[in-house]
Structures are given as structure tokens and as C-alpha cells.
């Protein structure tokens, strides 16, 4: 494997196997290179070690981010979410009332609307 600057446009479009093959392939060179390190080698393959762990870095982030697209299909019609695929906001915002709750009244006031509605009172016009 070169260990040139890897694109993620491509690894889009990969099965999960195939980017844990390359991750495996990615961590032997960087094992390797590592080794050359100690060992005192060229400093032209030293530069690829920080593009090697970059490179390993992308394809896990493509791996985590299609296991969360994964998960928010599965919970999309679902009650309940798990608390990293609900929406953050605030903490305010998140135990702020619904619409709903806030629309509900209780039975005593419901009562008083009945019985006590709000008086309408006609104004004459003067000419």
C-alpha cells in the first residue's frame, strides 16, 4: 500500500470489510515504519508517519459515521433514541415542555373555562 495522502471521496463508497482490510494494511506499514524510526532510518519515510496515522484516522471516521447513518435509520420511527442520536441543543432546551404538553390543561381548569368563559363586552359607537 502507498502511503501517499489517502482521499476519502472513494472510501464513500466501500464496504466496511474492505476498509478494515486497508486499516490493517495501513497499521503493518506504520509498524514498520516505526521500527525505521528506532532504528534510525531515512527521515523521507519518517514524514509518512504522520500521513499514515492520518490516513487510518479517515477510514475509521467513514467506518463511524456509517454505523451512525446505519443507527439513525434503524431508530428513525422508534419511541425512544439513544442519547448520541438525539438532537444535542441546550439542557434547557431538552427539558423544555413540548408543544403538546405545554397545550394540556388540567380538569379544574377546563371547568372554569366551561363554566367562567371570558366575558365579551360590546363598546358603543358614539356619533
Not at 6 to 30: F, R
Not at 44 to 70: F, G, M, V, Y
Not at 97 to 106: D, P, Q
Amino acid at each position: 500500500m502507498s502511503s501517499a495522502k489517502l482521499k476519502t471521496g472513494p472510501l464513500w463508497k466501500k464496504s466496511k470489510d474492505d476498509l478494515i482490510k486497508q486499516i490493517d494494511e495501513l497499521k503493518s506499514e506504520l509498524g514498520q515504519l516505526r521500527v525505521q524510526k528506532i532504528t534510525g532510518g531515512a527521515t523521507s519515510k519518517l514524514n509518512k508517519i504522520r500521513d499514515l496515522r492520518k490516513s487510518i484516522a479517515k477510514i475509521l471516521t467513514i467506518i463511524n459515521a456509517n454505523q451512525r447513518a446505519q443507527l439513525r435509520v434503524f431508530y428513525k420511527n422508534k419511541k425512544y433514541k439513544p442519547l448520541d442520536l438525539r438532537p444535542k441543543k441546550t439542557r434547557a432546551m431538552r427539558r423544555a415542555l413540548t408543544t403538546h404538553e405545554a397545550g394540556l390543561r388540567t380538569q379544574r381548569q377546563k371547568k372554569r373555562k366551561t363554566h367562567f368563559p371570558e366575558r365579551k363586552f360590546a363598546v358603543k359607537a358614539e356619533a
